[in-house]
């Protein structure tokens, strides 16, 4: 069972250029998001989907797209890429119940750097 | 903005010894959650309290829940030096998490 998974898991783009983050999870969960982590500013929501061809907007999503086109899949776009864009990128994964919250099960990572 | 944040930002301890880490939060919750990162890796859950709880175990991991001080601690008995890790604490949704910046443990062995 791989749980979340994450490409690449280390990324170095030229301020302009364009790339997708790819994430997949095979738990078959409703719910899926995507963070980013830079030093002293613990984890921040970009964009969650909560359930295919549903999405939208977190803490900080001005210059990121995403779409979800099936259960398993959860691209995250970079539009243009610009310096403070750089940080590390989670994409996490939960199922839904009505009656409570469940944990969030987080893919490895991607460390991008813009420059 | 960040929804928690945890206190101390970073902890060293002997190998044996227990942490306590805590954290603070702003609004009502229906639920806390707990996790740990080791270096350069994703974030795995620990435990989640509900907020009609007020403590929780899991193994080594003892957890409260004071909802009236907007307040949780995380303490780990006889902590290890894979123990080392940062630790987060978490409110919000299953889809959306609000964390904070974390506490950093070093386990000296």
């Known amino acids: 069972n791989a749980g979340v998974t994450q490409t690449p898991k280390f990324q170095v783009l030229k301020t302009g250029q364009s790339m997708t983050l790819q994430c997949a999870q095979d738990m078959n969960h409703e719910y899926m998001s995507w963070y980013r982590q830079d030093p002293g500013m613990g984890l921040r929501l970009i964009h969650y989907?909560?359930?295919?061809?549903?999405?939208d907007q977190g803490e900080v999503p001005n210059g990121y797209n995403v779409s979800r086109s099936t259960t398993e899949d959860f691209p995250l776009r970079l539009l243009s890429a610009a310096p403070s864009q750089t940080s590390v990128y989670f994409c996490?994964?939960?199922?839904?119940?009505?009656?409570?919250?469940?944990?969030?099960?987080f893919g490895q990572g991607t460390r991008l750097t813009v420059v | 903005s960040q929804q928690g944040e945890e206190d101390p930002q970073a902890l060293s301890i002997q190998e044996g010894e227990n942490a306590t880490m805590n954290c603070s939060y702003k609004?009502?919750?229906?639920?806390l959650q707990w996790y740990r990162q080791n270096s350069g890796r994703g974030l795995v859950h620990l435990i989640l309290i509900r907020s009609n709880e007020r403590e929780k175990h899991s193994g080594r991991l003892r957890v409260t829940l004071d909802t009236s001080k907007k307040s949780s601690s995380l303490l780990i008995t006889a902590s290890r030096a894979a123990d080392t890790a940062s630790y987060f604490c978490?409110?919000?949704?299953?889809?959306?998490?609000?964390f904070g910046t974390g506490t950093r443990l070093t386990v000296i062995p």
């Open positions: 996490a994964s939960s199922y839904s119940t009505r009656l409570a919250n469940t944990e969030a099960f």
């Open positions: 989907s909560v359930g295919a061809g549903i999405t």
């Open positions: 609004t009502s919750i229906n639920n």
């Open positions: 978490a409110t919000g949704g299953a889809n959306n998490l609000f």
